[in-house]
């Protein structure tokens, strides 16, 4: 038996014999209907918009593995791209313009390129004020007081997110010598 079964026949039995169910009945019978509608309506829009949160939140999260799924391969190549620096530091001026450091300088810079096109990004750290989350202070020294002076070893970014913070020397605050 169904329960609009159940309300009729509760109404017939109050009723007297022969009568039709009394309008009250009906009355209470549709407040009871129109609060179980809202209470649905109600359990159905937060559904709706707990699959929509869900959604926004896959989508986020494939943006972000997508952003960030090479991070293990290019932290593995920095330490190469610090050795190219430091290899340029130290040419001799006599093969500056040798053909064989040409070439090994286009491949650091197509290197560097493929890296950039990737998201990577060399910071900037040289007369910036000191940031916690970019650099990392090994020494301090005459310069202006809490302004990277020197980069020992560059800092990086991935899209964004300090991948590799800068190895840095500040300023103390005193005069140069």
């Known amino acids: 038996m169904t329960r609009k079964d159940d309300t009729a ?15 009250d009945a009906h009355l209470k019978e549709i407040v009871v209907l129109k609060e179980e509608l809202n209470a649905f309506r109600d359990l159905a829009g937060r559904a709706q918009a707990d699959l929509l949160n869900a959604k926004a939140r896959g989508e986020r999260e494939a943006d972000d593995l997508r952003k960030y799924a090479s ?10 791209l ?13 093969l500056a313009t040798h053909e ?15 890296m950039t096109a990737a998201g990577l990004k060399r910071m900037q750290s040289v007369h910036q ?5 970019r650099h990392e202070i090994l020494t301090a020294g005459p310069g202006p007081i809490d ?6 070893e560059e800092g990086y970014e991935l899209n964004g997110k300090v991948l590799r913070p800068a190895k840095v020397k ?3 605050g005193s005069e140069k010598a």
């Open 9 to 23: 026949q509760a109404d017939d039995a109050a009723a007297p014999t022969g009568a039709t169910p009394s309008v």
């Open 71 to 80: 991070e293990s391969m290019i932290r593995k190549i920095l330490p190469t």
């Open 82 to 94: 610090d050795n190219f620096q430091r290899a340029f530091q130290h040419v001799p001026s006599e």
């Open 100 to 114: 064989w450091v040409k070439g090994v300088s286009a491949i650091e810079a197509d290197l560097m390129s493929q």
């Open 129 to 133: 004020p000191v940031d916690a989350s």
């Open 147 to 152: 302004t990277v002076i020197e980069v020992f």
């Open 170 to 172: 500040v300023g103390d």
